[in-house]
T-cell receptor
Framework: EPEVTQTPSHQVTQMGQEVILRCVPISNHLYFYWYRQILGQKVEFLVSFYNNEISEKSEIFDDQFSVERPDGSNFTLKIRSTKLEDSAMYFC????????????FGPGTRLLVL | GENVEQHPSTLSVQEGDSAVIKCTYS??????FPWYKQELGKRPQLIIDIRSNVGEKKDQRIAVTLNKTAKHFSLHITETQPEDSAVYFC????????????FGTGTQLKVEL
C-alpha cells in the first residue's frame, strides 16, 4: 500500500537557522498539506497546496514559512529562521481529491530548535 | 473558523468495556468528520469517518454517530482491547472550504487488563 514518506525523521537545529523538511506524497495525489503537533497537543493545520500554489494557510504559517513542490514527487516545507517555539512534530499529508477523500499522513519529522 | 471541542481528555476503561469519545464543532458548513488514532510517536491514522448525509457508520468494533442539528459527533469502541490504547483525535472538514482538517484536542484512551 502506498504511503506518504518524510525525511528526515529527526532534525536538531540552532535558533535562527533554516530548515527544510521533505515529503513525498502518494504518487497519484494532487492535494498536499503540512500540519504540526507540539508535544502533547493537538494537530494543527499549517498550509494546503494544490496545482503549484497555496490553497489555504493558517495564522501559524507566517513569512518565515514557505512550501514548494520542486519536482514531480517532493513537497517541502522551509522554515527560514527557526525559533524555539517551532519545535514540534511536522506531518505532511496528501489526498487525491478535495471533497471527502481521506488525508493520509506521513510519519512526521520531529524538529528540535535549540 | 472552525473550532472542535473533544471530551474527555483522558479515558480509562477495563478490557472488554465500551469507550465513548465526544466532539462538538462550531461551523455548520463542516460536512466530513474523520477520526484518527495516534500511537505514541507515530503518525495519525484514519480509523473511521462519516459524511454529513449519514447519521451513523459502523466498522466492526468501531462506530461513529453524527448529530448535525446539535453539531456533535461521537466515536464508540466496543469490546475494547489493550491495543486500542492510544490518543484519538476527531476532526472536522468543510469540503467546500479547502479541505483542511481541524482537529479536536485528543483523548488519551487507556485500556486496562
Amino acid at each position: 500500500e502506498p504511503e506518504v514518506t518524510q525525511t528526515p525523521s529527526h532534525q536538531v537545529t540552532q535558533m535562527g537557522q533554516e530548515v527544510i523538511l521533505r515529503c513525498v506524497p502518494i504518487s497519484n495525489h494532487l492535494y498536499f498539506y503540512w500540519y504540526r503537533q507540539i508535544l502533547g497537543q493537538k494537530v494543527e493545520f499549517l498550509v494546503s497546496f494544490y496545482n503549484n500554489e497555496i490553497s489555504e494557510k493558517s495564522e501559524i504559517f507566517d513569512d518565515q514559512f514557505s512550501v514548494e513542490r520542486p519536482d514531480g514527487s517532493n513537497f517541502t516545507l522551509k522554515i527560514r529562521s527557526t525559533k524555539l517555539e517551532d519545535s514540534a512534530m511536522y506531518f505532511c499529508a496528501s489526498n487525491g481529491i478535495p471533497f471527502g477523500e481521506t488525508q493520509y499522513f506521513g510519519p512526521g519529522t520531529r524538529l528540535l530548535v535549540l | 473558523g472552525e473550532n472542535v471541542e473533544q471530551h474527555p481528555s483522558t479515558l480509562s476503561v477495563q478490557e472488554g468495556d465500551s469507550a465513548v469519545i465526544k466532539c462538538t464543532y462550531s461551523d455548520s458548513a463542516s460536512n466530513y468528520f474523520p477520526w484518527y488514532k495516534q500511537e505514541l510517536g507515530k503518525r495519525p491514522q484514519l480509523i473511521i469517518d462519516i459524511r454529513s448525509n449519514v447519521g451513523e457508520k459502523k466498522d466492526q468494533r468501531i462506530a461513529v454517530t453524527l448529530n448535525k442539528t446539535a453539531k456533535h459527533f461521537s466515536l464508540h469502541i466496543t469490546e475494547t482491547q489493550p491495543e486500542d490504547s492510544a490518543v484519538y483525535f476527531c476532526a472536522a472538514v468543510n469540503r467546500g472550504g479547502g479541505n483542511k482538517l481541524t482537529f479536536g484536542t485528543g483523548t488519551q484512551l487507556k485500556v486496562e487488563l
